[in-house]
């Protein structure tokens, strides 16, 4: 509760366009916002420029946002729409694409051993790269599906593509996954 309003004062302070809450606002959520724009846009530079702009929205559309959801979530919301918007910009539309050019944080026992930790950590360390390596398109339905958790429907509607490009798109997605992580955690598993 007491965090609740806190991020009221927070907001209201942005409302009011002072920087010193504007600055906590932003760094409050840079961490987690750069993740989510890092699985749109895998270099860095230009995931960073996406959050930079994501973040003006943000405080462009503060007002309207009312505190029956989560903060997190609207942010969250608003990466997400401004990285596909840069990768619809960089290419017309990269969605239709057949051509292939963070899972969620794994929930780490702390009693594993040493080894057993480290080989964990690598392997998630390898699925993020790995999504990574996905088409823009690919990447972009996979994480809207499986990190956002969109239906078909909704990420047709949000994409101007067909529910079967969709549809299509992540099961693509999730072989070239596989066959990339496959590849990965033999050789690992060869060490």
């Given at each position: ?21 504007q ?7 840079y ?9 749109y ?18 405080f ?8 029956t ?18 990768l ?30 480290e ?10 790269d ?22 078909h429907k ?38």
């Amino acid at each position: 509760m007491e965090q609740q309003d806190n991020l009221k004062q927070i907001v209201e302070g942005c409302l009011r366009g002072e920087r010193r809450a504007q600055e906590r606002l932003f760094s409050m959520f840079y961490g987690k916002m750069m993740a989510v724009s890092m699985r749109y846009i895998s270099e860095r530079d230009s995931a960073q420029e996406v959050l930079q702009v994501s973040f003006l929205k943000v405080f462009d559309k503060l007002e309207h946002f009312d505190f029956t959801g989560s903060l997190e979530g609207w942010i969250r919301r608003i990466v997400s729409n401004t990285a596909i918007d840069h990768l619809r910009k960089a290419k017309k539309n990269p969605f239709l694409s057949d051509q292939d050019n963070d899972f969620k944080s794994m929930a780490l026992d702390p009693m594993l051993e040493q080894e057993q930790l480290e080989h964990t950590q690598l392997k998630a360390k390898l699925a993020q790269d790995a999504i990574t390596k996905l088409s823009p398109a690919y990447r972009t339905v996979f994480n809207l599906y499986v990190m956002e958790e969109l239906s078909h429907k909704e990420i047709a509607e949000l994409l101007g593509i067909s529910e079967g490009t969709s549809k299509s798109n992540l099961a693509k997605a999730k072989m070239n996954l596989q066959r990339l992580l496959n590849e990965q955690f033999t050789l690992i598993e060869k060490r």
